[in-house]
């Protein structure tokens, strides 16, 4: 028996949320995600899974809704992609990164300034 689930985050940069979600796509994580721009809804695929990011209006922050095990999985992990690229895109002038890497579902960023 599965449940639907609508998790809230505080995620709320559309632009980390598709960053974060091509960089899943990129490491094979999930299947293949739609972005329908006039509804604020992303359908995310994870092989058959479909979980939705959705969105009330631009002033609010996204929901995760679907079943509760793949919906929890892909929002944990969008949330430290979501951090990740992030961090990367408001780095000082002065900093630049050195070295990246992703160990046991950690992210280790090296910066060099």
Known sequence: MSFYCVIKT???????????LAEMQRKGEITSYVV???KEKIE???G???VTVSRAN????????GISR???EISD???QLYAYES???NLPLDFEIAKETEEAGEIVIMLKG
Not at 11 to 20: D, E, H, R
Not at 58 to 65: D, T
């Open 10 to 20: 505080e995620l709320s940069k559309k632009k980390y949320v598709i960053a974060a």
């Open 36 to 38: 329908n721009k006039k």
């Open 44 to 46: 995310v695929d994870r």
């Open 48 to 50: 058959g899974e479909i």
């Open 58 to 65: 631009e002033n609010s922050n996204f929901e995760i809704g």
């Open 70 to 72: 793949p919906a929890r």
């Open 77 to 79: 992990r969008m949330k």
């Open 87 to 89: 961090i990367k895109d």
